[in-house]
């Protein structure tokens, strides 16, 4: 039995029809998933009591809340648990105007980067469409409040499941009605990936995680660089932009001491030199088992400072949810599982 969840209102529509019912209930069904956030077919009141009874155990897909930690600057950050049990974050970030959500699209990820948790953790499988979906549908019901943006930086690598993000994708923006510029896509870059990506001339924001302004630094912190060197990456990025007329995003961790100098700046614009792009600097988030260290201020000052002066366009994360171990490179579900079973969690 699929789970309804992530279904458009034709398919909807094509079930209920199977199930013998007229057509108009589809509509009903579309609006009790994603406007009425329904857990079950039973909760559907407006459906005739015997077909309800008899749907009563037909998955929607949607997951329990297991955990919840709430960071002082307001961030929640959830651990989910899924129908065979495995355990994912995501994380909601309120601002005024905005009710972001950090979805992750893999339990666990293979890329193994050097510097993000979720990588220490090993990768255990891809989400399904309504496993994303559900994410949104979550926060979206625990804030009280509309999701306003989508930025896929929680756990996994999206475009190692490009399928079912993109389903997801087409889920959000038609039946929640999220826009699609209002949803980023962010990858460490797979080989071939990107080409593809832009085959579908979507209108979602791609961001790239850089990290290094050279092939040997980035091989040093990104295990699979090597397989798929920058000057290709790079290139593959110019195309997208090419073919897709979106704006792209370069994501640059700024590690204390190794590729935050002036110098690393200086090459990070001569690589991007003309480039319809934007760079996104993130000071590092200190995670347990290495130890990097963040720049501070006065030094991420200096790599904008650089940057802005080659007539780059720059902005800097300070992530949110520091305190809640809900900030990027920071989301690993089985610690936070241990902890909470340890009575530790917040
Ligand atoms: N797999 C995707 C999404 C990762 S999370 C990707 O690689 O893009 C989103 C961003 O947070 C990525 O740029 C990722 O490299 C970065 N990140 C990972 N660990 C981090 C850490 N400890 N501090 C700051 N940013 C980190």
Request: positive net charge.
């Amino acid at each position: 039995m699929t789970p309804l969840l992530g279904l458009s209102l034709p398919e909807l529509t094509a079930w209920v029809q199977q199930q013998g019912q007229p057509a108009y209930r589809g509509k009903q069904l579309h609006k009790w998933i994603y406007e009425k956030t329904a857990r079950s077919l039973g909760e559907i009141t407006v459906f005739p009591k015997q077909w309800r009874e008899k749907l009563a155990e037909y998955p929607l897909g949607r997951s329990t809340i297991y955990h919840k930690s709430v960071a002082t600057d307001g961030t929640i950050k959830y651990l989910l648990k899924l129908a065979d049990g495995q355990v994912i974050e995501t994380v909601g970030i309120p601002t005024e105007k905005r009710l972001t959500v950090c979805v992750s699209s893999q339990v666990g990820c293979p890329m193994a980067c050097d510097f993000c948790a979720t990588g220490k953790g090993g990768f255990i499988r891809n989400l399904a469409t309504h496993e994303i979906v559900d994410q949104v549908l979550t926060v979206q019901e625990d804030f009280q409040r509309r999701v306003s943006n989508i930025v896929f930086m929680g756990m996994g690598e999206p475009l190692l499941n490009t399928e079912n993000v993109l389903s997801a994708v087409r889920s959000l923006n038609q039946d929640i009605g999220i826009g699609q510029r209002s949803i980023t896509i962010s990858t460490v870059g797979i080989r071939d990936r990107i080409p593809k990506l832009a085959q579908h001339h979507g209108q979602f924001t791609l961001a790239v995680s850089l990290h290094a302004s050279n092939q040997h630094l980035r091989e040093k912190l990104i295990p699979s660089a090597g397989g798929y060197p920058l000057p290709e990456l790079i290139a593959d990025c110019r195309e997208y932009v090419k073919q897709t007329g979106r704006r792209l995003t370069f994501e640059y961790i700024l590690l204390s001491g190794f590729n935050d100098e002036p110098e690393h700046a200086e090459q990070l614009a001569q690589l991007l030199r003309g480039f319809q792009s934007h760079v996104n600097l993130i000071p590092y988030n200190p995670i347990q088992e290495v130890d990097f260290k963040r720049p501070t201020r006065q030094r991420v000052q200096s790599f904008v400072k650089v940057l802005e002066e080659r007539k780059i366009a720059v902005s800097v994360r300070y992530s949110r949810g520091l305190d809640a171990d809900a900030a990027c490179g920071q989301l690993r579900a089985s610690k936070a599982m241990n902890s909470v079973n340890n009575g530790v969690g917040a």
